[in-house]
């Protein structure tokens, strides 16, 4: 596995070796030995969740305030422009983000640590997009920061108008948002 940081430093794009003939391909998409060895990051992934949305739609921007979870995801059918936000006020790069794309063709992998927001707009047709998470799911601790405040101004590659979940059209503005010390 290759690891190259993103525009963030603790955002860790994470390349597996993957090995294909004409008969198709083989990748180990997670070992931990190897995750902890390569990130110098010891998670442990509780929750593994999937999910399958049409062009056009944008997930995010979600964290979870407690139970703050750091995610492994990837992309298995499709292509993604995943975005990951420092939501950590006492970080130097507190409300940067970082953009990358993942495809069931690149079979590239993002880890995104607790602390930061996550969202993802889907360029393909669909995408099927996976996560592991390092706590368990906590809709009392869920968050959203709205995916276009004009304080982050994501570049989120839009091809018109995104598809918005209701949470998603009423995020809050990172300022008035919950954020972590």
């Given at each position: 596995m290759k690891v190259t940081a993103s525009t963030l430093p603790e955002v860790l794009i994470l390349e597996p070796t993957v090995f294909g003939d004409a008969r198709g391909f083989f990748y180990e998409s997670f070992n931990e030995r190897v995750f902890a060895e390569k990130t110098g990051v010891a998670a442990h992934f509780v929750q593994d969740n999937h999910s399958r949305s049409q062009k056009g739609v944008l997930r995010g921007l979600h964290y979870q305030i407690e139970n703050a979870q750091g995610k492994v995801v990837r992309v298995t059918a499709g292509e993604v422009l995943d975005v990951a936000v420092d939501l950590r006020r006492s970080s130097v790069n507190?409300?940067?983000?970082?953009?990358?794309?993942?495809?069931?063709?690149?079979?590239?992998?993002?880890?995104?640590?607790?602390?930061?927001?996550?969202?993802?707009?889907?360029?393909?047709?669909?995408?099927?997009f996976l996560y592991k998470t390092t706590d368990y799911y906590n809709p009392a601790a869920e968050r959203c920061v709205l995916w276009n405040d004009p304080t982050l101004a994501i570049d989120w590659e839009l091809d018109g108008e995104p598809k918005l979940s209701a949470k998603d059209q009423n995020g809050k503005l990172l300022r008035d948002a919950d954020l972590f010390p």
């Amino acid at each position: 596995m290759k690891v190259t940081a993103s525009t963030l430093p603790e955002v860790l794009i994470l390349e597996p070796t993957v090995f294909g003939d004409a008969r198709g391909f083989f990748y180990e998409s997670f070992n931990e030995r190897v995750f902890a060895e390569k990130t110098g990051v010891a998670a442990h992934f509780v929750q593994d969740n999937h999910s399958r949305s049409q062009k056009g739609v944008l997930r995010g921007l979600h964290y979870q305030i407690e139970n703050a979870q750091g995610k492994v995801v990837r992309v298995t059918a499709g292509e993604v422009l995943d975005v990951a936000v420092d939501l950590r006020r006492s970080s130097v790069n507190f409300g940067r983000w970082t953009s990358i794309h993942l495809s069931a063709q690149n079979n590239r992998q993002l880890w995104i640590p607790p602390g930061f927001a996550h969202g993802f707009y889907v360029l393909s047709d669909h995408a099927e997009f996976l996560y592991k998470t390092t706590d368990y799911y906590n809709p009392a601790a869920e968050r959203c920061v709205l995916w276009n405040d004009p304080t982050l101004a994501i570049d989120w590659e839009l091809d018109g108008e995104p598809k918005l979940s209701a949470k998603d059209q009423n995020g809050k503005l990172l300022r008035d948002a919950d954020l972590f010390p």
